[in-house]
């Protein structure tokens, strides 16, 4: 391969625009992480109260 210095201009564009792309798919994976483990901590929080089988079979009702 055969580099010009004209072409270091158009080198450090793609560049830049390769480590851009990679920051927001990180960012991205970030937030999607932190989803993650919020939605997790809901689901386990759920599924400790579900332990109790008795737990909301009744209903008092006052007429």
Do not use: C, H, Y
């Not at 560049?15 to 792309?21: E, S, W």
């Not at 992480?33 to 006052?62: C, F, H, Y």
């Amino acid at each position: 391969m055969d580099f010009s210095i004209n072409a270091i201009p158009s080198i450090a564009t793609g560049l830049a625009a390769v480590r851009n792309q990679s920051d927001v798919q990180t960012a991205v994976l970030s937030n999607i992480l932190d989803t993650t483990k919020s939605e997790s901590a809901t689901m386990t929080k759920m599924m400790e109260q579900s332990v109790n089988p008795g737990l909301g079979e009744n209903i008092d009702v006052r007429v």
